[in-house]
């Protein structure tokens, strides 16, 4: 049975990678994006694009024109419970029988009342399931591409972050964008809830371990407290409430459920979920040093 498929935050890492993965499975798939130019250029001149913005609702139902399948994906910011909300409520009213939001990491959920973006998944994922579509939530891990976010820091051999004891199971957003083109395009869910993780647990001192083995230098991770955490990534210009958040989910990693490994990617790709020794081969030259 062939499917439609509509992407939304089609630029953003997890929405690309979606887009790769339909691609590999000859799905189509048209891209929800506000700026044309952009997105050609981040996407290529292949992928279809639908121009519109969540901000304007009328736009997103002329994008569902012919749609079979929604990924709902839009970046953590103080307008994603909005914004997600008024897509549901648009969704509700087309032919889209499937949605597929990314939501927040399983800790995050289940510590929703103490943090901002879980108790905002989790009210977007009850407006989905009350719509009437057949609805998948899918809850990652840490992305391993976060670590991309501190390549300056790693470029001075240095990895600061929170306690080294804490233990994380990273995922490879590549493995979030096959588990959702699956979700999307395959005839019976995979389940209501997927809650994906890479395949081990690991602490801040094991992947400065792994990047020194990887990137073939010495790496060493600088635990920080909260504060020097705060002020490292206003520094670098993050806005006020791109900081908080990461301060709100780094507050969760000491919860064992952080550590927790799921055998979710195997079971709905076929594949096992990517290693982070593989993510930092793939990425070795985004650590590299400047000339």
């Known amino acids: 049975m062939s499917v439609n498929v509509l992407v939304t935050g089609a630029t953003g890492t997890v929405g690309r990678a979606t887009l790769s993965a339909l691609r590999d499975r000859d799905v189509h798939a048209a891209a929800f994006v506000r700026d044309r130019a952009r997105a050609t250029h981040a996407l290529g001149p292949d992928v279809e694009l639908r121009v519109g913005d969540f901000s304007e609702e009328r736009s997103l139902a002329t994008a569902l024109d012919g749609i079979d399948a929604v990924l709902l994906a839009s970046g953590n910011d103080p307008e994603m419970r909005d914004h997600q909300l008024g897509a ?33 998944h989790l ?91 990887v990137l073939g230098r010495p790496i060493t ?22 900081v908080e958040h990461a301060l709100e989910l780094s507050a969760l990693f000491s919860d064992p459920q952080a550590a927790e490994v799921t055998s979710t990617v195997q079971r709905v790709t076929g594949r096992p979920p990517g290693t982070l020794t593989t993510f930092l081969e793939r990425h070795v030259e985004d650590f590299r040093p400047a000339s």
Not at 88 to 112: D, L, T, Y
Not at 128 to 140: F, H, K, Q
Not at 221 to 242: C, D, F, K, S, T
Request: hydrophobic letters at 45%; proline letters at 8%.
């Open 88 to 120: 549901a409520r648009v969704i509700a009213g087309s032919e889209a029988r499937r949605v597929v939001k990314i939501s927040g990491s399983p800790v995050s959920i289940a510590h929703a009342a103490r943090t901002r973006t879980g108790t905002d």
């Open 221 to 242: 991770h600088y635990p920080a407290p909260p504060e020097v955490i705060r002020q490292g990534l206003l520094a670098m210009g993050r806005p006020e409430w791109q």
């Open 123 to 213: 009210a977007v994922e009850s407006a989905l399931r009350a719509s009437g579509r057949e609805v998948v939530a899918i809850r990652p891990n840490v992305f391993m591409q976060n670590f991309l976010d501190q390549s300056a820091a790693v470029a001075h051999d240095a990895l600061p972050g929170p306690d080294g004891a804490t233990r994380v199971s990273f995922i490879d957003a590549q493995d979030i964008g096959r588990v959702s083109a699956a979700a999307l395009a395959e005839p019976e869910l995979p389940g209501e809830i997927l809650e994906l993780t890479g395949p081990e647990a690991l602490t801040w001192f094991d992947v400065a371990a792994l990047m020194t083995k």
